[in-house]
């Protein structure tokens, strides 16, 4: 093929579609709606902090391989950082019970039968019930599927599963749930060690794929919203972007890498996600404290997620629609009280911001996960890119770039 493709949106998906094309030497148009590439995965400057923080916090595994392709390819393997081997620190705000989740590396799970590598209070035969989803079929709940009580489920399956779905597990797809198990824990803790993007998601994935890109001759189109596609019945045959109108040409492609909800505004009868979840993130202006861990989970607290970067301690809470219309201040105020107990800082809270994300993802249930379509559409060189697509995963960096990939394949393969 040789037409150009015409790649809308310079998010995660669009971006990671971009460099896969720009590698296989394909001429390329980008255009981003924003005065910035990234979308809900990039950096900002925060005057009221004076630091450069996320818009959220995004935890990745040693398992997402396509996330660390791009980071490979756009020469930011580096920028990922996380233990030698799986480890997960857990605290208990209720009790102050420390403890170290530490799966084996291999995929034979020997580590539940040893005490101090599993969750306190738990068997070896507990684990097992989480097994049946990786068989979950259809549109059946992670609720109706295992058991949702006890030590195991509150102290590791809840908390995980929250993160990784956002959305309330008991109510979340199963099917999905399966999948990211069927990734992470049963491929072994070779596949599971986190990884962080400690110095800022723009310098892990952004920035070096836009200079990456510029190497290559891509320059994005900022502040281009598209505003219409023109149809035939069976070709994109058009884009406006306000007063500017670009004709697609026979071998020319369109990768439309936009929110869903923008998307069907685009694309005639487009069924997408249409309910989301919010997650919230706090950044405190504070140096972590000695041996504070890069990352804490904590049980029985607002705060659920702690990060500890080399300028600032990082919130996260997922599943947030109920904290969207609390007051800020007293928010960063619990939460800060509950990240000072939990790693020895004093009670005074430092310089703060909260960053709402209202639409951060779809909602991971079963009826939203039918909702998700396929790359490909009813026109032969228009295909969709981005995490609420049919990629088999939750709403995820590596959901992102998977979808971006994909639609870079089909443009390649198209009649």
Known sequence: MSGTIHIVGAGLAGLACAVRLADEGRDIALYEAARMAGGRCRSYFDATLGLTIDNGNHLLLSGNTAARDYARRIGAGDALVGPDECEFDFLDARSGEHWRLRPNASRLPWWIFVKDRRVPGTGPLDYLDAAKLLFATGDATIGEIMNCDGALYEKLWRPVMLSALNTEPRDASAVLAGAVLRETLAAGGAACRPL????????????????????????????????????????????????????????????????????????????????????????????????????LGMIGSLTEWLFAFDDRLSVTIS??????????????????REVAAASGLPPESPPWQIVKEKRATFAATPTQEARRPGAATAWTNLFLAGDWTATGLPATIEGSIRSGYKAAGLTSRRP
């Open 196 to 295: 962080v993007a400690k110095g800022g998601l723009g310098q892990a994935f952004i920035e070096p794929a836009l200079r990456t890109l510029a190497a290559k001759g891509v320059e994005p189109h900022f502040g281009a919203r598209l505003r219409e596609i023109t149809f035939d019945d069976w070709r994109a045959r058009g884009l406006r972007f306000g007063d500017v109108e670009i004709p697609l040409r026979e071998d020319d492609s369109v990768v439309l890498a936009v929110p869903p909800w923008i998307a069907q505004e685009l694309v005639p009868d487009l069924v997408a996600p249409d309910e989301f979840r919010a997650i919230l993130n706090v950044h405190f202006k504070i140096a972590p404290p000695p041996g504070q861990p890069l990352l």
């Open 319 to 336: 599943g947030a629609d109920r904290l969207m219309d609390e007051p800020r201040e007293e928010l960063a105020g619990q939460i800060w």
